[in-house]
């Protein structure tokens, strides 16, 4: 919603990376938040991104381009309780609300 | 500290019916938000309380969905009539107030409703 776009699904390996994609083309951005979403549960909180680059924090990396509306998830070992939906959502100023995608679904495989 | 609590986890009603969902903050959060998650449509913001005050109302939700929050640590949503296609899973999540706080909300477990 509200401009927010991810890939539906994404296959990776075991031990090796993944690279979840989002792009915003929202009227406003104060930044972006990612949450990780495991079938049947509620999602978590695993970042939060203001400032363009590479924002590394081990397992989790998240890069933001506000130039160019596109974020990524960086997970890095992969390991298959990695398997989950992963959530990007834009945090808006006027309403100070955030306006998320439908989620990128990742499956790790052995 | 508990999390963010959502009654009941599951909820079962016929069409036309009421029903009303019930949510509380983590302690001490004084924003709360309602959201109605899909497969399809993924996350959709309902409804958002700031200290007790709406600040969003959902747009399209209004008609049939109505938020309350009648003190800091209770909040219901009322879907008044369902209808089928509003079967879908209903989270609650609450956050700090401030900039970086807001963007870093809890979720409650959800209740997921079926409207038959």
């Known amino acids: 919603g509200q401009g927010v776009e991810q890939p539906d699904n994404l296959m990776s390996v075991e031990g090796t990376f993944a690279r979840v994609n989002c792009t915003y083309s929202t009227s406003g951005f104060n930044g972006l938040s990612w949450y990780q979403q495991r079938e049947g549960h509620a999602p978590v909180f695993l970042s939060y991104?203001?400032?363009?680059g590479l924002k590394d924090s081990g397992h989790f990396s998240t890069f933001l381009s506000r130039s160019n509306g596109y974020s990524y998830l960086l997970l890095t070992e992969l390991q298959i309780k990695d398997s989950a939906s992963y959530l990007c959502?834009?945090?808006?100023?006027?309403?100070?609300?955030?306006?998320f995608g439908s989620g990128t679904k990742l499956t790790v495989e052995p | 500290d508990a999390g963010v609590t959502q009654t009941p986890r599951h909820e079962v009603a016929e069409k036309g019916q009421t029903i009303i969902l019930k949510c509380e903050p983590v302690?001490?959060?004084?924003?709360l938000f309602w959201y109605r998650q899909t497969k399809i449509q993924g996350l959709e913001l309902l409804s958002y309380?700031?200290?007790?005050?709406?600040?969003?109302d959902g747009g399209a939700f209004k008609d049939r969905f109505k938020a309350e929050m009648l003190n800091s640590s209770f909040s219901t949503l009322k879907i008044q009539p369902t209808e089928p296609k509003d079967s879908a899973v209903y989270l609650c999540?609450?956050?700090?107030?401030?900039?970086?706080?807001?963007?870093?909300?809890?979720f409650g477990p959800g209740t997921r409703l079926t409207v038959l």
């Open positions: 309380f700031r200290s007790k005050s709406l600040m969003e």
């Open positions: 999540a609450s956050s700090h107030p401030g900039l970086g706080g807001r963007a870093e909300q809890f």
């Open positions: 991104v203001v400032l363009d």
């Open positions: 959502a834009v945090f808006m100023p006027n309403y100070n609300v955030l306006y």
């Open positions: 302690s001490g959060h004084n924003d």
